[in-house]
C-alpha cells in the first residue's frame, strides 16, 4: 500500500551542526506535505509545510526541499541547537483523501552541546 | 488560546474496563482526527470526522467507538480495555481547506494491565 517513511531513524549531530532529515513518500497523489516536531511528552507541532507545486520553501533556520521525480522531502534545519533535538515527522496529505495527514515513522534527531 | 485539549493525560485500566478520551478544540475546525503512537513509531489514524456527525475509519479502528455531537468535541471510546490498546493518544483538529496543517493535542498516555 502507500505510505510514507523516513530512511534514517537516528540522527546525531554537534551542536552547530546543519542537520539533514530525510522522508520518502510513496503516495504520487500527495499535494502538500509538512514536517512536525515532537518534543518528549508531547504532542506534534508544526515546523514547516510546502505544496506539491513547490520544490524549496524556507523558514527561520529550517527549509524542506521537495522533490517529486523521486518522491523524497527533505527537512534541513541550520546551527541546529540543543533544543532541535526531538522526533521529526513529515506528513502527506492528499487531497482526494479527506485531507488526512499520513504520518511516516519519524527520525529522531540528537543535538550534542 | 486553548486550541486542542485532551483529557486525561495518563491513565492506567484493566483489561476489560472502558473509558473515553476527551478531545476538545476552540478553533472552529471541522476536521478532527483521533491518532495512535505506539513506542519508536510514528502515528496511527483511528478514527476522523470531517464535521458534526460524521465520522468515519482510519487505518486502525478496531476497539475504539467515536461520536461527533458538536463541532468542539470529538471523544474516543474503550470499550473492553486490551494490553494491545497501550499507547499515546493523540488528537488533532484542522480546518477546512487543503493547504492547512493539523493542531495536535498533548497526548493521553493510556496503559491497560
Known amino acids: 500500500g502507500e505510505s510514507v517513511g523516513l530512511h534514517l531513524p537516528t540522527l546525531s549531530v554537534q551542536e552547530g551542526d546543519n542537520s539533514i532529515i530525510n522522508c520518502a513518500y510513496s503516495?504520487?497523489?500527495?499535494?502538500?506535505f509538512i514536517w512536525y516536531k515532537q518534543e518528549s511528552g508531547k504532542g506534534p507541532q508544526f515546523i514547516i509545510d510546502?505544496?506539491?507545486?513547490?520544490d524549496k520553501r524556507q523558514g527561520q533556520r529550517v527549509t524542506v526541499l521537495l522533490n517529486k521525480t523521486v518522491k523524497h522531502l527533505s527537512l534541513q534545519i541550520a546551527a541546529t541547537q540543543p533544543g532541535d533535538s526531538a522526533v521529526y515527522f513529515c506528513?502527506?496529505?492528499?487531497?482526494?483523501?479527506?485531507?488526512?495527514?499520513?504520518f511516516g515513522r519519524g527520525t529522531s534527531l540528537i543535538v550534542h552541546p | 488560546n486553548a486550541g486542542v485539549t485532551q483529557t486525561p493525560k495518563f491513565r492506567i485500566l484493566k483489561i476489560g474496563q472502558s473509558m473515553t478520551l476527551q478531545c476538545a478544540q476552540d478553533?472552529?475546525?471541522?476536521?478532527m482526527y483521533w491518532y495512535r503512537q505506539d513506542p519508536g513509531m510514528g502515528l496511527k489514524l483511528i478514527y476522523y470526522?470531517?464535521?458534526?456527525?460524521?465520522?468515519d475509519k482510519g487505518e486502525v479502528p478496531n476497539g475504539y467507538n467515536v461520536s461527533r455531537s458538536t463541532t468542539e468535541d470529538f471523544p474516543l471510546r474503550l470499550e473492553l480495555a486490551a494490553p494491545s490498546q497501550t499507547s499515546v493518544y493523540f488528537c488533532?483538529?484542522?480546518?477546512?481547506?487543503?493547504?492547512?496543517?493539523?493542531?495536535f493535542g498533548q497526548g493521553t498516555r493510556l496503559t491497560v494491565v
Open positions: 503516495n504520487s497523489a500527495s499535494d502538500y
Open positions: 506528513a502527506e496529505i492528499f487531497q482526494g483523501g479527506s485531507y488526512i495527514p499520513t
Open positions: 470526522s470531517v464535521g458534526a456527525g460524521i465520522t
Open positions: 478553533m472552529n475546525h471541522n476536521y
Open positions: 510546502i505544496r506539491s507545486n513547490m
Open positions: 488533532a483538529s484542522k480546518t477546512r481547506g487543503d493547504h492547512t496543517e493539523a493542531f
